[in-house]
């Protein structure tokens, strides 16, 4: 009788170990294996087709600013001969003739940036006056412009209306707007000179303003995918 409390013990074990199923263990670890595997996959998805749009905006943001280089480089060599013909002329010539030189190749190197802008995201051209010198320092902050990543308020049209919004640009490359309340969001292009403003779901909308966001450092940077 000592030794039915031992018996009952060993028994009680025994019908332990005979219910754990080895397959059922095994089939669980493969399922928690796959799933992780899944996981693994989509993210690394998710990254590759990040980093492929990054480096696109990068190889278009590079392509605008070697562009505006050339412009720039082109509005230099008016200057320059704007300054040799002056210095050709002599202080026999009227004055009024001198200004007339140096006003022509301003409003020349004006109406190039008007055009520019006219295709180009807000912010991505900065415009001046007709003058010379006015023209100049508008085409170096465009040289600037064109090379940086800016969060600004401007104003476009969606369906017929028009809209102010935030606007997420990308040098030249790509804008994105987020609606003063926060509620809507999409892509904003160029057409005749007026921001286009169009709409996108309400995946795009979180990513967009994730996006937007982390350009004006209320959020820590991290991989984004926008529309």
């Known amino acids: 009788m000592g030794d039915m409390p031992r018996v009952c013990a060993c028994l009680l ?11 059922s263990e095994a089939l669980d670890q493969f399922t ?16 590759t087709a990040e980093r492929q749009r990054l480096e696109a905006l990068i190889a278009a943001t590079e392509a605008e600013t070697a562009r505006l ?7 230099e060599t008016t200057r320059d001969a704007a300054r ?11 004055p009024a003739v001198m200004r007339a030189v140096l006003a022509e190749a301003g409003a020349k190197l004006a109406a190039g940036l008007r055009t520019v802008a006219a295709t180009q995201p807000p912010g991505t051209v900065v415009l001046g006056h007709d003058d010379f010198d006015s023209a100049v320092r508008a085409l170096e902050g465009a040289e600037h412009a064109a090379s940086t990543v800016t ?29 003063l309340d926060g509620l809507s969001a999409g892509t904003a ?15 795009g909308r979180i990513a967009i303003q994730t996006a937007l966001a982390q350009a004006e450092g209320r959020a820590p940077a991290a991989i984004v995918v926008l529309p």
């Open 189 to 203: 292009s160029m057409s005749e000179g007026y921001v286009v403003l169009v709409a996108v779901n309400e995946r």
């Open 151 to 179: 969060v600004e308020v401007v104003t476009g049209t969606r369906d017929g209306r028009s809209e102010a919004v935030k606007l997420l640009r990308v040098a030249g490359a790509a804008a994105w707007w987020v609606s």
């Open 84 to 94: 040799t013909r002056l210095a050709t002329l002599g202080t026999e010539h009227d």
């Open 32 to 47: 928690a294996a796959n799933q992780a595997r899944r996981e693994s996959a989509r993210e690394s998805a998710t990254s």
């Open 69 to 75: 280089v050339r412009a720039a480089a082109q509005a």
């Open 13 to 23: 074990c025994l019908a332990m170990l005979a219910a754990v199923d080895p397959a």
